[in-house]
């Protein structure tokens, strides 16, 4: 029985046909809304390659080598070392008082630490131009501070010294007072991260605070104090409200007066060029400062942080070096546009000043709107459909945050512009008809000039949000049944929808507070609040311009208030 049963088994298995080697998968097509998220990237960064292509036509023809000639004898130099020694002010200012802060309140112990540490981020909602108005009007020759200097001693101008409020150094003080932040939000969460057993064997060997500040922990926080200074340094070169106001000539003033002012747009062109690639340059410096270096403690088993009690003057010092920040970059500011506004205040009525503010309500709301939907159309595309492709055009797309407004508004007019006259000049010829500007001096030019200034800030919340939800919960939604777009609209976007909210209020203040492109693209009569606070400051009227600085500091206030809820969270 067992030999018959056995035989069978045999015969059947030799009759069993040999395994066929199985098919190779194929790979799913992307849909096209995928493909759609490169055409974005690629209509993002169209402005910056037009202002390339702009500023090199023009050094073909003689009279353009003649003219760009002109620009490096006359004002080239001038604009670069302004910018630069800028750039370098206000970054050491800013590391100075964004690391020494960060190391107090993540280390220490002393009265007010926790109140300190979230007013820390207050300078965020001031514009670098408004804190700039506050100060000249408090500091400058007919301001209340040298008026009280001349009643107490009976000086007159001249025969005392006081500090040139506007000149290089006062700029860069004001840059520095409200741009601290980024140094210090990245070097709090570097030390927050450190090694605890680094810093108790510094304590260990008889180093003090101070010294366990310069030799072990800023060193291992250098990435974090290096992006935090790159990014100030973006924002110094894309300012120009301040730098104007207080007669600084930089790349941003430069471009602007030979757009307007002298109606040069190839000069504006070859300006932009120049800055765009000290911008390179600097992106190139901050990653090769970085080399192959890994700043990471070795083993995450240690014991929490214990802060270090301050007492005495210690602590006094360390009350004064985490609140001057916040005098400096928001109290004072604050408190001098409040009283400006009681005093006196914009002299146009309610019905008068509200379109102002509609104007930029309008254009933020629709910019953040817009930068959201695009974020997360690259975001979903390059998750769901990795290629490289995607993930060069989402970078791609991201490098408008690195750029000046007044850059990307001529690269932006500059299109534009041919468009406009290609399709007039067809009309013309066909039906006799002239269309005029269709895009440019609109709206659309305007809100599309926010959207490759500010879909890098979108884009790069969301990716970190989506960092944060497990691909297995897609994974376990498609298993159920449901297709990719009922998994992403289902499981992963309301998971992703605290990073959506916070990518649509950094886009919404942001387009609130951004001054040099919409001056220069905005369309005509068209004022927003920035523009409204600029033309006052601008003819001195800064008392009238405190009630539309003081509206812009209020909506500022609402990433530093998502900011604070997230600290609470960590």
């Known amino acids: 029985m067992s030999a018959g049963m056995s035989g069978g ?41 037009s202002v390339l292509l702009t500023a090199a036509t023009p050094l ?28 370098v002010l206000v970054g050491l200012m800013a590391a100075s008082m964004g690391a020494v802060a960060a190391w107090l309140v993540s280390t220490c112990a002393f009265r007010g630490r926790t109140v300190l540490e979230v007013a820390l981020l207050l300078p965020m909602a001031m514009p670098a131009y408004v804190c700039g108005y506050a100060y000249v009007w408090l500091l400058d020759v007919a301001g209340p501070v040298q008026e009280a200097i001349r009643a107490a001693t009976g000086l007159r101008y001249g025969q005392y010294w006081f500090p040139e409020i506007r000149s290089l150094p006062g700029a860069a003080l004001m840059l520095a007072a ?41 060193p291992m926080a250098r990435p974090a104090l290096a992006a935090g200074i790159a990014l100030v340094t973006m924002e110094v070169l894309a300012d120009f ?7 600084v000539r930089t790349f941003t003033t430069g471009i602007y007066d030979a757009w307007f002012g ?17 911008v390179a340059l600097l992106l190139l410096l901050e990653r090769l400062s970085r080399g192959g270096r890994r700043y990471h403690p070795t083993t995450t088993r240690h014991p929490p942080l214990r802060p270090v009690v301050l007492r005495g003057w210690k602590q006094a010092a360390a009350i004064l070096a985490c609140a001057a920040p916040v005098m400096l970059g928001f109290v004072i500011p604050g408190a001098t546009l409040l009283a400006l506004m009681l005093q006196s205040g914009d002299p146009l009525d309610a019905r008068r000043t509200l379109p102002f503010a509609l104007n930029s309500l309008t254009l933020a709301t629709v910019t953040a709107g817009i930068a959201v939907t695009l974020a997360a159309l690259l975001a979903w595309g390059h998750r769901l459909h990795p290629s490289r492709l995607r993930a060069a055009a989402n970078r791609l797309a991201s490098l408008g945050y690195a750029l000046p407004g007044s850059v990307i508004a ?31 001096g609109t709206m659309a030019a305007l809100v599309f000039a926010y959207l490759v200034r500010f879909l890098g800030v979108a884009l790069s919340a969301v990716e970190s949000g989506l960092t944060r939800v497990k691909p297995s919960l897609f994974a376990a939604a498609r298993v159920l049944g449901s297709t990719p777009g009922q998994a992403v609209r289902e499981v992963e976007l ?65 990433p530093v208030i998502a900011l604070v809820r997230g600290m609470r969270k960590g």
């Not at 190839?266 to 800055?275: E, G, I």
Request: aromatic share 6%; net charge positive; glycine share 6%.
């Open 494 to 558: 309301p998971l992703a929808r605290g990073a959506l909210l916070t990518a649509a209020i950094l886009v919404f203040v942001d387009t609130m507070k951004e001054l040099p492109a919409t001056l220069i693209v905005r369309p005509f009569d068209f004022d927003t609040l920035a523009v409204r606070v600029h033309s006052l400051a601008s003819d001195e009227r800064l008392a009238e311009a405190s009630t539309s600085a003081l509206l812009i500091v209020v909506v500022g206030l609402l």
């Open 410 to 440: 001529v690269g932006t007019l500059v299109p534009f512009a041919l468009f406009d006259n290609a399709v007039d000049a067809w009309m013309r010829a066909r039906f006799g008809i002239s269309t005029g500007l269709l895009l440019s």
């Open 262 to 278: 002298q109606g040069d747009r190839p000069a504006a062109a070859q300006l932009a060029a120049c800055l765009m690639g000290v």
């Open 178 to 218: 409200v741009l601290y932040p980024y140094v210090y939000l990245l070097c709090r969460n570097a030390f927050l991260q450190q090694s605890v057993c680094l810093l108790e064997a510094s304590r260990t060997l008889g180093h003090g605070l101070p010294r366990t500040f310069l030799h072990v922990a800023l």
């Open 9 to 49: 088994l045999a015969s059947t298995g030799a009759a069993l046909p040999p395994r066929q080697p199985a098919a190779p998968r194929r790979r799913r097509a992307a849909p096209a809304w995928a493909w759609a998220a490169v055409l974005v990237a690629l209509l993002i960064t169209a402005p910056l390659a």
């Open 60 to 87: 073909l023809s003689p009279a353009g080598g003649q003219a760009w000639a002109h620009i490096l004898r006359t004002m080239l130099a001038e604009l670069l070392v302004n910018s630069v020694l800028l750039s």
């Open 241 to 247: 409200g301040t730098v104007q106001h207080f007669a």
